[in-house]
């Protein structure tokens, strides 16, 4: 019998306002791929404006651990190919996890994906599920997403290079941003614990680099103090931008959805997400 599989997995907001590099969390925007033995050559199948080659990137998952001749790849997608939500992580470990229980390899893919990738906090979110704390040396640590918190993105249309955004940055910070950043990573983790709205809301600021990246996404940036008017808990720039993240209480997310269209009618699409609980995951087809 010639193997199939379907690999669902969620897109991913990195950053959180103050936890840069550390924090992430994973949304309701999901790639769905289906890799099937079919004997032939090499075969993508998609609508999306991505490579079909040995390029792209499921493939290239799926290649760090065998060869991908002999195998087609369907692939679909909810999450924006730029924007900071994850699209590549996401794509990359969905090209392990086929490769990785097609042929029964027991690997590693979270380091593989990072490996490939170079975002632990992305991989892990989007393997995992939920918020996830990552550290150096360490396995990420994962919580769960307190009931009733959700999302709405602010998915601007032209794009800006992550390259840019990380040259954007200065190489050292000011002590006091520092010392910011971490006490504002604390109060936000502790928030999220206890569901606690008034401590997440304070703990999402930031003065390490989403200031620092202003002129790439002025409208983007806007935001982040505009939508708090609009009744969010706040506001982060997801990943490197230039997408926002807005976060919100499920009874106010109607109103906020609609009052952040009309402030970035034209420029930007908005969409509800909430905060995805479950991570990665792979099926058996027949």
Known sequence: MRRRRAIRVPASSA??????????????LHLELEVQETGDELAVQTDLA???????????GFERLR??????????????????????????????????????????????????EGHPDNVAAALHGGFVVCAPGR????????????????????AVATEAARAALAPEVPREAAVFNVAHTAV???GLARGDWDLVSAGLRDQLHQDARAHLYPRSHALL????????????????????LVWSHYELTGSL????????DGWAE?????FESQGARVAALA
């Open 257 to 264: 959805v609609e009052g952040l269209r009309a402030q970035t």
């Open 225 to 244: 103090e505009r939508a708090r008017e609009l009744g969010a808990l706040g506001a982060t720039i997801s990943g490197a931008g230039p997408t926002v």
């Open 139 to 158: 396995a990420a640590v994962r919580m769960e997403p307190p009931t009733g918190l959700e999302g709405v993105l602010v998915i601007p249309t032209e």
């Open 15 to 28: 950053n959180l306002g103050p936890g840069y590099d550390v924090l992430a969390a994973a949304l309701s």
């Open 67 to 116: 060869p991908a001749d002999g195998f087609s790849f369907r692939i679909r997608s909810q999450i924006p190919l730029s924007g900071g939500l994850g699209s590549s992580a996401a794509a990359i470990l969905a090209g392990l996890m086929a490769a990785d229980h097609i042929f029964e390899l027991d690997a590693d893919v979270e380091a593989l994906a990072v490996e490939l």
């Open 270 to 274: 908005v969409r509800r997400v909430t």
């Open 50 to 60: 991505i490579p079909t080659g040995r390029e792209n990137l499921c493939v290239r």
């Open 188 to 190: 936000l983790m502790l």
